[in-house]
């Protein structure tokens, strides 16, 4: 067991439980923190941070998915450091660099700028998406409706996710990288649900809708104008090709191709994944 502790921010969510498990595999200590988990811990309540930073030596971050994210993230990133952390990986995404995201370039400013070694994962579109995020309810409805066209994407699996998180985190020479990580090939969303029908899940069509009206359709979902346009222009540069081509992060860092999609879909389709409730986000 390593000696001092790695921090999981979003430690009951979609990558960070993931990531906590790798981490515990691999023999390291871990506290992972959340909202809900015993020790808290809040984005926008830094009364809660010290506790959380404690002896930590490294930290995976996931950002707080807010307007004022980047001067949070800044906030917490120096307060790291001086508590003595050496090592910050910030789970990022793959188009980050795109002139239309200058909000999370800036996130990942406020990272690099700690003083402390840092890591920049930047996966693409999860698979996770058609079992624990907002495709979901369109898998299950038999219609996922999205505006991403014949546009094509290398969804990845977030254990692959997880288990580079976990090997950056631990081990050296990784600090200064940007780490863009893909699916081993690149499939429409139509492709994506034939390939969950076949694995045993549930049989769903996809059909486009225009980019302004998938942004109204989310709006009356109740979701905020700002992240809804923001996951609209993402979405539309999938249509646009810009998802497509392949990446070799995984590769670079475990010594082995990723998930395929197939086999993702298998194992979910397996566990029931469209029958339970879904899981948090994170």
Known sequence: MTEHPILVLGGTGKTGRRVAAHLRERGAAVRAVSRSTEQRFDWHDDATWDAALRGVRAVYLVEPGTADAP???????RRAAARGAERLVLLSFRSVDAPAYGHYQAIERAVRDAGTGWTMLRPDWFAQNFTEDFFRRGVLAG??????GDGAV???????????AAAVLTEDGHDGRHYDLTGPRALTVAEALAEIARAGGPAARYAHVDAAAF????????????????????????RQGHNAPLSDGVRQVLGREPVDFTRYAEAAAAAGAWREPSPGRG
């Open 215 to 238: 942004t109204a359709e989310l709006g009356r979902q109740g979701w905020p104008a700002e992240a809804a346009a923001v996951v609209t222009t993402m979405l539309d540069d999938i």
């Open 154 to 164: 290398p969804f990845i699996d977030a254990e692959d996710i997880a288990a580079v």
């Open 143 to 148: 219609e996922l409706r999205l505006p991403t």
């Open 71 to 77: 001067e949070t993230v800044r906030a917490f990133a």
